[in-house]
Structure formats: C-alpha cells, structure tokens
C-alpha cells in the first residue's frame, strides 16, 4: 500500500449476519485499500444468560444448560462441569465410567473437528470436502444417538459418571465407524492438503507467534499450531488420560494452515485413543455410588424403600454440594473448556462461570488478521474455530 | 493396559508417578509459588493462602494486585491468564464482591487462583492488561455483568449486553425474568423452583 492511500481508511462492518462468521459475529474492520489495519470485534448477539440461569437450577438439570453453550461439542462442556462438581463432592468415578468418558469426548472431538473443517473448507471454496467431512460426522452423531438418543444436546455425562452404558453392539458398530474413517481421513487429506487453492489460501496467512499466542490466552489447536506444546490431556491429564498412548500434534509455523494441519493429525490422534479404549474397556458400573449426589440404581426402585425416596430427592430437590469452590478444565476441541463453580452449600450453584476458549480466541483474531486482506480474514477467523454460543454464553 | 505417564515430548521437566502422586505434586507447585510469592510481597499483600480442592486460591489486596500478578508473571512463571471473573455475595455482606483470576503456568505445569475481595460502595480493581493482554474481553464481562468498575481500562464498554442495558444481570439482585422498564434491583428472587 503506497503512502498516498493513508488518509482513506475505510471502515467496515462485517457481520453480524455474515455467512462466514459461523454464528453471529460482528467485526469493525478498519480497512486501507483491502488490507485489515483493526479488527474490533462486537460480540453478544447470542448471549443466553445460561450463567444466570444455572444459579436458579439443580446441578443435575445444569448440565441439560451446559451442552447448549458450545453446541458443536457438547460433550466437552458436560464433561468438564461434571469433573468441577465431582472435585467439589469428592467423587471418584469409576474407572469404565472414566473411559466411556475418554472414548466419547475423543468422538466428540473428531465430530467438531470434522464440522470445523467442512465449514472452513467451505469458506476458502472447497465445496466437496463440506459433504465429506459431514458424512463422517454424521457417523458420528448415529453412535452418540444410539448411545443416548440425542444427536446435539447430549447430557450424556452426569456427575459420578455417564448415564448409560453401552447398548448391545454399541463397540462393533463404533469399530467400524473409526475403521471406515481411517479410509475418508486419508480421502480428506488427499483432496485438501495438497489442493493449490488450500495452500495459497492458508500458507503463511494469519501466523501467530507463540509468545503472542500464549499472551492471547490461546489455548488448545491453535496454541500447538504455534509452536507451544500444551495439551491438558498430556500436561495436567484428568480422568484416566495417562492410560493411553498418544502424541500431540504440533507445529511451527503458527499460520492457517498449521492450524488446519494440527486439527487433521489430532483426528488421527483420538481414533488412536478409540481403538485404546475399545481394547481395554473394564468391566464394571459406570456411575459412582455416592449416598446422594447420584441417582439409585434403577433395578431396586421397585424393591427398596429408601431407593425410592433418594430418587424421588435426587431428581427433584435436588443434591446438595458442599460449599466451596472449584475450577475443572479439559481440553476441548477448540482449547481449554473449564467450569468455575462456587457453591454455598445448597442444591444449586452460587455461580457457575464457564471459560470458553472462543471467547478469548475471538479477540486474538486482531493479531493474527493485522495486515491481511479482507478475503484472508475469513479463512483466518475460521481457522480459529470460534463456536457464537459458547462466545456469548 | 499399557500404563503411560503422560507428558513425554511436552515439557523439559517430567514427573515420576501417576494418579493421586501426580496431582499432589500439581497443588505442591503451585503452593511453593504461593508461598514464595508471600514471601516477597508479605502478609499485609496476601491476606490468605488457601488449599481447597487441590487447588491454590490465594487472597489478594487490591492495592498490591498488579504488583502480585507481575510478580507471578515475571518470576513465577504464570505466563497465561486463563480465566477472569467475579462472584457476587449479596447475603454475607460486605465486601460483597470477589474479582477472581485464574492463571495458569506452562512452564511449571500448574494453576493459581487469585481473589480480590471488592466493598459495593467502593467497587472497582485496577486494570491489569499491561500485564495480561488478554485481560481486556473478561474485564469488560466483569464490568458488565456485575457493574465492578476496572480502572484504567481503554475501551470499558458493555460486552454481552447492549450499550443502553440498565442493571449488572450476574448480581444476585438482579431479576431472573427481567423485562425492559421493571427495576433492575429486587430484594428478594421469588423461583422457588422444586
């Protein structure tokens, strides 16, 4: 840009009903020519109130709120809640129950990468990798129905443990989904990776150096893609992740396309961890047995007295936690999902506060976009895999 | 069942043992940062030090905060602010207000809570995003949601609510259902749920 055009600054409005913005974003850009010189960006089209809601509900109807923040990968938001509310009451869940947990997060996490890729493909003009990379979520979404009879809003992870086990030929049917992904994984790849429309798109486009990624607060694949490796599942694992064997993806260059590239390989990653955790599923309950804090099994409601009064307590007031407070995370699909819960003793959370990784992804997008042109900052914006709900909770 | 310690190709330092081992070594780290740092700033700075949970929560002045978080930045090794918020206690009176921070440490793989206890006539902290760039987006949610003023701030403004809102809707005298024109304070919440 010469210096003739400095005076003409131009400012934008990007959003907040903008196809590429993923939900409902809105960006001041201020623009010389084509190239972004600020990005402000507007948030709060979406905002629920979920945090208020929760402090007026039972901590077993909250996790019905929690999947609903990030609605691409609910689990994660249960998960990490459930762990906060277990560290309060002390819970230690039971080690199937852990690895249900681990195995179904895992799917989890390839089904949001899979909708992260199709979408962003999508917006750089790869129309094909879309269906390709939603067949193989829609897979995905068949087993968590199959599992729990939501496609969206699970709720499947209840303090002490998950809801159900699995249904009869729930393993075979997961065995062959992850071996007919293992095929599409390398379909996907095949059709993008060395696509000279993807790597003009995205090589060298919206880097982000690590020192500025770690003082952005970027966690989760965009951090690894910067260079940085941190993954909770490695560094501070939680439930039973130290049994498995897997690496971390990283990469150096901090640019779109080594976030796309961290994203492809942690896919393979977490069939890894799958295929771990479908090997050596123990046997055993799912669910804690806590005194209160837990439903009764439901074979002896028609036989125990006392049963039917802890059920009758347990899903209508309510279980009290003890008072204090607790901050659990886990390391979602798109950085660190971590539920700050405050409890007064009673059966609802004081506060519940949910740190959501876009939240904070979304004000680092000005680094990583400053310089770039208009048409790059869709491709970087959705590189970073900001999900609206979990933005403006 | 191939029992891995995890952490291999992370970090330069590696810890010996799993399970509970592990995750008292976690708290260990970030008590010995608590204590070092309670050392250096003294007992007037830090009024607290707490163990809860096997987390660290560390009590905090208002007038020695950027210093402490500086401190913990520089010397500590708590690189990344993770979280930033508030809890609002309406009904224990004052200070009724707790500005929470959360860091988090790479390098030393461990967390720290930091709490600011705030008075409601008196209700503002000090800025930190000369120390915590990404401090900015939750002090404006702190700032919105429950009206505690961040001084020094360069673009206070509302964030998930609109410019003209009336109110702070995370205090707990703020109605549940609330609609345009009703007061924004109420002294008792009628939700009796169950």
């Known amino acids: ?393 | 069942m191939d029992q891995q310690v995890a952490g291999q190709q992370t970090t330069g330092e590696r810890e010996e043992g799993e399970g509970s081992v592990k995750e008292s070594s976690v708290v260990q780290r970030a008590l010995t940062a608590g204590e070092g740092l309670k050392t250096i700033v003294g007992e007037e700075a830090i009024s607290d030090l707490k163990v809860f949970a096997d987390e660290v929560t560390l009590m905090v002045n208002r007038e020695a905060l950027k210093r402490v978080l500086s401190l913990l930045k520089e010397n500590f090794g708590f690189a990344m602010l993770i979280d930033a918020t508030a809890v609002d206690w309406l009904k224990r009176g004052e200070p009724r207000f707790e500005v929470v921070y959360h860091l988090l440490s790479l390098s030393h793989r461990t967390r720290l809570r930091i709490k600011v206890a705030v008075a409601s006539t008196d209700a503002w902290v000090p800025c930190i995003c000369d120390i915590y760039p990404n401090a900015s987006p939750y002090e404006r949610e702190i700032w919105d949601m429950f009206g505690i003023f961040i001084d020094g701030h360069k673009n206070l403004k509302r964030i998930l609510t609109y410019e003209e809102f009336p109110g702070h809707p995370l205090r707990k005298d703020f109605p549940l259902f609330w609609q345009p024109g009703e007061p924004v304070e109420v002294e008792e919440e009628k939700n009796d749920e169950w």
Not at chain 1, 107 to 113: K, N, V, W, Y
């Open chain 1, 1 to 393: 840009m010469s210096q003739q055009t400095t005076e003409t600054t131009l400012t934008l409005n990007m959003g907040p009903q903008h196809p590429s913005t993923h939900g409902v974003l809105r960006l001041i850009l201020t623009l010389e020519g084509e190239t972004v010189l600020d990005i402000q960006p507007v948030i709060g089209y979406l905002h629920t109130g979920i945090e208020k809601e929760a402090e007026t509900k039972t901590y077993h109807k909250v996790i019905t709120l929690n999947d609903r923040l990030d609605y691409v990968s609910g689990m994660t938001n249960n998960f990490a809640f459930c762990l906060a509310v277990e560290k309060l009451l002390g819970i230690e869940v039971p080690l199937r129950g852990q690895y249900l947990r681990v195995l179904i997060t895992e799917l989890q996490r390839i089904a949001s990468h899979l909708v992260w890729l199709g979408t962003t493909a999508l917006d750089i003009g790869i129309m094909s990798a879309f269906f390709y990379a939603f067949r193989e979520r829609e897979k995905i979404l068949d087993l968590f129905e199959a599992l729990c009879g939501a496609r969206l809003t699970y709720s499947y992870f209840v303090v002490g443990g998950v809801r159900y086990d699995l249904p009869e030929g729930w393993t075979e049917s997961c065995r062959n989904f992850l071996r007919d992904f293992s095929a599409a994984w390398v379909e996907l790849d095949e059709l993008i990776s060395r696509n000279p429309i993807w790597l003009s798109r995205t090589k060298g486009i919206g880097i982000l150096p690590s020192d500025a990624a770690i003082a952005c607060g970027v966690t989760g694949p965009s951090l690894r893609a910067s260079g940085v490796p941190w993954d909770l599942r490695k560094t501070l694992p939680y439930s039973s992740y130290n049994h498995f064997q897997f690496d971390i993806p990283v990469e150096t260059d901090g640019d779109t396309f080594a976030r796309y590239w961290v994203r492809m390989r942690e896919m393979q990653e977490s069939a890894k961890i799958c295929h771990q955790v479908l090997n050596n599923l123990p046997p055993g309950p799912v669910m804690a047995d806590h005194p209160w804090a837990t439903p009764p099994p439901k074979e002896l409601l028609d036989k125990d007295m006392e049963a039917v009064i802890r059920h009758f307590l347990f899903y209508s007031r309510g279980y009290p936690v003890p008072p204090g407070e607790a901050y659990a995370a886990v390391e979602g699909a798109r950085g660190e999902v971590g539920f700050y819960i405050v409890s007064d003793g009673s059966e609802k959370p004081y506060r519940m506060h949910m740190r959501s990784p876009s939240f904070i992804h979304v004000f680092a997008l000005p680094v990583a976009a400053r310089g770039h042109l208009v048409a790059d900052l869709v491709a970087i914006l959705a590189s970073f895999d900001t999900v609206l709900g979990e933005v403006d909770r």
